[in-house]
């Protein structure tokens, strides 16, 4: 089953997920949830809201961090969409429509998130390139603050992929990273670096197929060290290993954005992520693209040896801005190709240590360059960063640490393997072979399914849940996902599903519904009227966990992301938790929020249930 917002009416739409994420299309999908057309349940504004000479028409989605409404500028007479900055976490809103901060604890973080959006509202009224998201303007109003941009329509790269089925041409390729490393360098000019490429943030606009470059909730403008004081939210296998962790000797910079494009372009030619950063500092398992014989028959050995060139784990050793990526892969300033021989020469440093590096043929006898520097970057304390990155991640529960890939491109062919095997070694004659070294076992395979089972194998004895399932099977397209849930303790309800396309999420409480303290003995029906859900597909079964827990719980630990209505696990981030820690309980099961002063008992009861769609 799905989980996204659809349109009301059934149609396709526009739907971002916050100010943190960039419009996109999406057709509506078969999970359906209503949003109020009032700021009553889920604090949006009524659909005639007038903020300035925009009146709000519908809503087109809500995230953790704000709102995109689409609106009518009755001046220019226009469609519009617009961005309010409404973090839920720290802000609510009053029956007037004025957003304020929950208490003043949160005042400060309210404003410190506040001043970022307006910056980068600011920033992005300054760029003007067809590939950037474009601000017409923005202005504060009832407590908080609102930009107007353009309603995009199109596919995100992600989608277009997906369409492909893992047919990518090369020539189609270059077309979407011409826009996009022209985009980039645009604002890299600025000192501004976006940190947060992805697929599914590079839309390609209806008709035209013009890329352009959303999401910029993570972008700011970076001066210096100040780089490593600003927080972002990672993907794992696009973002290189200087976002891990705040250590000057990583700093930020353009070349930051040239891994994750490079990332993206490995997506799109062999259907998969490249392996995440941080494990590839340790134990560096990267398959070079350039030379794979399949690969080749499909892409020059140019365009692949560009994305092996960008993806060097270390800073100092990558591509170091977008105009060499663009001289790499060939291309101008004004989108024509340039010949072979002359890109590879205008990107020669990069590629000459990557040929060394991997044994792809160059010229030979001829010695690699130095990596070129990078501001504040000293190998002497990349050790040091290599140990403070592990131990933030694993220890600290950072929660961003794949240690596989992950499937970028639905549809997508998997690559073939391109590990080359070294040449052995002449053995002297009479001299005993080397002994191969022991074979380490197998790691267990992660399984999300067991996963819930585990949050209720570690239920406290005597706390017991109940669950009532509406119908065991239900239709596709057809019938409601229902039932209710009753505990014997007081405590606060939480939902987990894996649904029957293989996602998890915490279904309850989310976005639009957060009341989730129940009484002993009483009976809670889920889905509640203002979230609606019904059968979508894949047929399949559908697993629930109900957890009653005495205090309320965080799941932040667990990889979980709020980007949308409902809070989604990613699973190889999960995974990657539950290897770390083999014999403890399950990130999953979330930490218990206990009074500083007070002693914290975890106690919660559990039960699995299951709806089949057929």
């Not at 009832?142 to 893992?166: F, I």
């Not at 947060?196 to 403008?221: H, K, T």
């Not at 780089?227 to 930051?256: C, F, H, N, R, S």
């Not at 499937?407 to 072979?433: E, H, M, R």
Request: charged content about 15%.
């Amino acid at each position: 089953m799905s989980t996204e917002l659809p349109p009301d009416d059934g149609s396709t739409r526009v739907l971002p997920q916050g100010p943190d994420d960039a419009t996109r299309i999406v057709t509506a999908p078969p999970v359906r949830v209503a949003p109020a057309e009032s700021s009553g349940q889920s604090g949006v504004l009524a659909v005639g809201t007038r903020l300035a000479e925009f009146e709000i028409t519908s809503l087109v989605g809500q995230g953790g961090f704000g709102i995109v409404y689409e609106a009518w500028d009755h001046t220019l007479e226009r469609v519009v969409a617009i961005k309010e900055y409404m973090p839920s976490s720290l802000a609510s809103r009053q029956d007037d429509g004025t957003v304020v901060p929950l208490s003043q604890r949160h005042q400060e973080t309210f404003d410190l998130g506040m001043r970022s959006f307006i910056n980068e509202a600011r920033l992005l009224a300054q760029f003007d390139h067809p590939s950037l998201l474009k601000v017409y303007r923005f202005w504060q109003e009832k407590g908080t603050t609102y930009m107007v941009m353009p309603l995009y329509r199109g596919d995100t790269l992600k989608q277009a992929l997906a369409q492909r089925q893992g047919v990518v041409e090369e020539a189609w390729l270059l077309s979407v990273m011409d826009g996009v490393t022209q985009a980039l360098a645009v604002m890299h000019g600025a000192q501004c670096y976006h940190r947060d490429i992805a697929p599914d943030n590079i839309m390609l606009l209806e008709g035209s197929g013009l890329p352009v470059v959303l999401d910029f909730g993570a972008a700011r403008r970076v001066i210096t060290d100040k780089t490593q004081a600003i927080t972002v939210i990672l993907k794992p296998g696009y973002a290189p290993i200087e976002q891990y962790a705040e250590v000057p000797d990583m700093a930020q910079g353009a070349w930051t954005d040239v891994y994750a494009l490079c990332a993206v372009m490995h997506v799109a030619i062999t259907g998969r992520s490249p392996p995440p950063s941080v494990a590839r500092l340790l134990n560096d398992g990267y398959q070079p693209l350039a030379g794979h014989e399949a690969l080749g028959q499909r892409f020059s050995q140019q365009t692949l040896a560009a994305v092996d060139a960008g993806l060097a784990v270390r800073p100092q050793d990558r591509l170091q801005s977008m105009a060499a990526l663009r001289a790499a892969l060939g291309l101008r300033a004004d989108g024509r190709t340039l010949a072979g021989a002359a890109a590879v020469a205008a990107a020669a440093p990069a590629l000459a240590a990557l040929r060394a590096s991997t044994g792809i043929a160059g010229n030979a006898g001829q010695k690699p360059p130095s990596p070129p520097a990078v501001p504040s970057a000293s190998p002497k304390r990349a050790p040091l960063f290599a140990g403070l990155a592990v131990l933030a991640l694993v220890l600290g529960g950072a929660g961003w640490w794949w240690l596989g890939h992950q499937a970028d491109a639905p549809g997508a062919a998997s690559p073939t393997p391109v590990a080359q095997a070294p040449a052995a070694a002449p053995v002297a004659s009479g001299a005993a072979a080397p002994v191969p070294p022991p074979v380490p076992a197998p790691a267990p395979v992660f399984s999300p399914s067991r996963s819930l089972g585990n949050i209720v194998a570690g239920a406290s004895p005597g706390f017991e849940v109940k669950a009532v399932v509406a119908r065991p099977e239900v239709r596709v397209g057809k019938d409601r996902l229902e039932f209710q849930v009753q505990g014997n303790r007081d405590g606060f309800l939480y939902v987990f599903l894996l649904s029957s396309g293989g996602d998890m999420f915490l279904l309850f409480p989310n976005a639009l519904d957060k009341r989730n303290r129940v009484s002993a003995g009483a009976s809670v029906a889920l889905p509640r009227a203002s979230w609606p859900m019904e059968a979508g597909g894949p047929p399949g079964t559908n697993e629930f966990v109900a957890m009653v827990s005495a205090h309320e719980r965080d799941f932040r630990k667990a990889g979980m992301q709020q980007d949308g209505v409902f809070g989604q696990f990613q699973l190889p981030i999960l995974g990657a938790l539950e290897a770390a820690q083999p014999q403890g309980p399950s990130p999953l099961r979330g930490e218990p929020q206990c009074e500083a002063a007070a002693p914290c008992a975890d106690a919660y009861g559990a039960v699995l249930f299951k709806i089949v769609e057929k």
